[in-house]
């Protein structure tokens, strides 16, 4: 089991940056895929960045694309969301997820909230226009 904890929300102009961490606990954290997905209120979960085991694969949704940055640090057990040119529709509160991918590609990360079986308990980003 792993527990996430993200932090580095915050109010930000339109324009601006914000870089999202999400500590993970436990010595496998390099055998999980890794998301990030966030929910505005009235709207559904929606996935943000993916980020597969070795971290070789990446993929993003089209709307966050060229602007956002998904990574990871295996030794520190971390991984970041680097928010750049927010926008007031980036406004959500954005949640780590992470996926169990021992025996999967290097390549697998999913992009469906159902896929994912640990999540943080969020952390809001309120972009100001």
């Known amino acids: 089991q792993v527990q996430l904890v993200e932090s580095g929300g915050g109010l930000v102009q339109a324009g601006g940056s914000l870089r999202l961490s999400c500590a993970a606990s436990g010595r496998t954290f390099s055998s999980y895929a890794m998301g990030w997905f966030r929910q505005a209120p009235g709207k559904e979960r929606e996935f943000v960045a993916g980020?597969?085991?070795?971290?070789?694969?990446?993929g993003y949704a089209d709307s966050v694309r060229s602007r956002f940055t998904i990574s990871r640090g295996n030794a520190k057990n971390t991984v970041y969301l680097q928010m750049n040119s927010l926008k007031p529709e980036d406004t959500a509160v954005y949640y780590c997820?992470?996926?169990?991918?021992?025996?999967?590609?290097?390549?697998?990360?999913?992009?469906?909230?159902?896929?994912?079986?640990?999540w943080g308990q969020g952390t809001q980003v309120t972009v100001s226009s």
């Open positions: 980020i597969s085991k070795s971290g070789v694969s990446t």
């Open positions: 997820a992470a996926e169990p991918a021992t025996g999967k590609s290097m390549n697998y990360y999913p992009r469906m909230p159902l896929s994912y079986d640990y």
